[in-house]
């Protein structure tokens, strides 16, 4: 029997509208889930320990108290309108930091990272903001070193920050040295005493919080090192971190990893982490869907095991990730390209947000009373904004 009009008009409509839902289910775009078994992380700790024991013994170590006793850059306030939902707050650095095209900050992680929730966070006495950056040798040029910046974020302190040299200790025990450390530092994540940096091709390097180590100022900006058996310059910077160990990865994947940003989930002690990728067309970037990828600290520490294999690992549908996070089987990736923050959980699927331009990485900030945060950056000149947001406007 021939359809009447009005019956054609209903079956084009209900067509129309299964379409719509099917290409929004496509629109939701989701990880899928990879062999966690091909991504393996292998750990030294000790590869430096002579070294740095005898720089300590001649350069004499600093404790972040007395570090941040000594800050001598002023954080400001932020002025631009970010326009994201959940925003609760942040900072700027100062005018030189801020417009430096030389300098560019990258990774963030904080004290509650490092120490969770316990006493306000604290981490000897402080609560603090850390951000990773990397320098050019000058404006457009090549990489050439590699720092952090620790931040105050306590109404006890003034609103200061100091900078770190990140160094890698060279020499012998008897003639100890260290040099510069030109990596991307894109992510870096704070647990217990140790900061682990990423370094783009290889995992992660390695550094103790409680090694900082004081130098002499007032060489020439170049200088870097030795230049005497009681003088070691460092660019012109107070203090330096030495490198204490190294974490290599290795994947039997046809592809390896790409160590773009990290960041530390507490309640299951690991470390996660992601790669920039992009769709098409790029020269310096790998032109495939990226990865994310979990790799679980050995148990009650807060070092990796001499041998780690993944417990997760995902394929994602998402591009040009500068950010990841992950706390409770939920995950947070940043585009800096797409400007969003896409969201994904096994139990309730993805969805998108819009997010800053310029976005770097992402830390989860806990709390016991008020909502936790998520804290992330901007890399751009000029909007050097240091930021944090509500956690629970960024779900499904």
């Known amino acids: 029997m021939p359809l009447s009009k009005k019956a054609l008009l209903l079956l084009a409509c209900v067509l129309m509208s299964t379409t719509t839902t099917v290409a929004g289910a496509q629109a939701a775009a989701a990880p899928t889930v990879l062999p966690a078994g091909q991504f393996t992380l292998r750990s030294d700790y000790h590869q430096f320990d002579a070294l740095n ?52 900050p990258q990774g963030i992680t904080t004290s509650r990272d490092a120490v969770g929730t316990a006493n306000s966070g604290n981490y000897d006495g402080h609560q603090l903001v850390l951000v990773s950056w990397y320098t050019k040798d000058g404006c457009g040029g090549d990489q050439a070193r590699s ?128 790669e920039y990728t992009c769709q098409a067309d790029c020269d310096k970037y790998p032109n495939r869907p990226p990865r994310a990828v979990r790799f679980p600290f050995a148990s009650g520490a807060t070092t990796f095991a001499a041998t780690t294999t993944a417990s997760e690992a995902l394929r994602l549908p998402w591009y040009n990730l500068n950010g990841v996070a992950s706390h409770n089987s939920r995950w947070w990736f940043a585009s800096s390209g797409a400007k969003k923050l896409y969201y994904w959980a096994p139990a309730t699927g993805s969805a998108t947000h819009n997010w800053v331009g310029g976005a770097e990485s992402i830390s989860y900030w806990e ?30």
């Open 147 to 274: 720092r952090i910046t620790l931040v105050d974020w306590d109404a006890t302190y003034p609103n200061k920050y100091r900078k770190i040299l990140l160094v890698e200790p060279t020499g012998t025990a008897a003639v100890p040295d260290f040099r510069d450390i030109p990596m991307h530092a894109g992510g870096v994540s704070w647990y217990g005493d140790h900061l682990y940096v990423a370094d783009t091709n290889r995992g992660m390097r390695v550094f103790d919080m409680k090694k900082i180590l004081k130098t002499d100022t007032g060489g020439s900006a170049s200088q870097i090192g030795r230049q005497s058996d009681t003088t070691y310059y460092a660019h012109n910077y107070a203090y330096v971190l030495p490198q204490v160990g190294t974490v290599t990865a290795a994947t039997t994947s046809d592809a390896a990893l790409k160590w773009s940003t990290i960041s530390l989930d507490r309640p299951t002690a690991s470390i996660v982490m992601t």
């Open 53 to 104: 024991s005898a720089l300590g013994s001649k350069l004499g170590v600093a404790s972040v108290h007395a570090v941040m006793a000594n800050a001598n850059h002023d954080r400001t306030a932020i002025t631009d309108s970010l326009g994201v939902a959940g925003y609760t707050g942040g900072f700027k650095f100062d005018s030189g930091d801020n417009g430096d095209c030389a300098n560019y």
């Open 367 to 396: 709390h016991d009373t008020e909502p936790d945060l998520l804290w992330s950056l901007q890399e751009t000149v000029g909007h050097r904004n240091v930021f944090a947001v509500e956690q629970a406007s960024y779900g499904s």
